[in-house]
């Protein structure tokens, strides 16, 4: 499906109206695509989640690090999906469609990146999807506290609220 075009060649803007335009367009074409009936855990991981998160690599030029080996100790190794821009954020694919287990994951990779990295944030950021349905949590690591988030955005129907918080958080 071609995409929509933000900018309408030949029309006038001034810059209020591209905040009128926001990214209702792209939303437009990422909802359409975002209604695939899949069962396994790969397709929820390429057809469903994938599709976000290279959208939303459009909005914040993050960089996307797709199973990006980590070993901080016997107890603490794996690997990991996370963005990066100005934070670093974890995206875990929902094992099982499983968030209560997959929470207990995203808390400790969350740990052992707080291990692995030299950075100034103080808050790590996180997000776990069944494809369908996004769950936030994050590490304070002054704290080291967790905080998991008790909302979900399902989607299609939160994706614009969903790209919204992931657009905030990585900016």
Do not use: C
Request: hydrophobic letters at 45%.
């Amino acid at each position: 499906m071609p995409r929509a075009a933000i900018i309408q060649p030949g029309q006038s803007y001034i810059f209020a109206d591209y905040f009128k335009l926001n990214f209702a367009p792209r939303i437009s074409w990422l909802t359409s695509v975002l209604h695939y009936s899949v069962v396994s855990e790969m397709a929820r991981r390429e057809f469903l989640i994938a599709p976000v998160l290279t959208d939303l690599l459009h909005y914040t030029q993050a960089t996307l690090n797709v199973e990006y080996p980590v070993a901080v100790s016997n107890q603490l190794k794996g690997t990991l999906d996370y963005l990066q821009n100005q934070q670093i954020f974890v995206v875990i694919e929902a094992k099982n469609e499983d968030l209560e287990r997959s929470f207990v994951q995203l808390a400790i990779e969350l740990i052992a990146l707080d291990q692995w990295i030299e950075s100034d944030q103080t808050l790590l950021p996180g997000a776990i999807s069944t494809g369908n349905i996004w769950q936030f949590g994050q590490f304070d690591r002054q704290s080291r506290v967790i905080t998991q988030d008790l909302d979900l955005y399902r989607v299609p129907a939160d994706l614009e609220d969903l790209l919204r918080i992931l657009i905030k958080t990585l900016n």
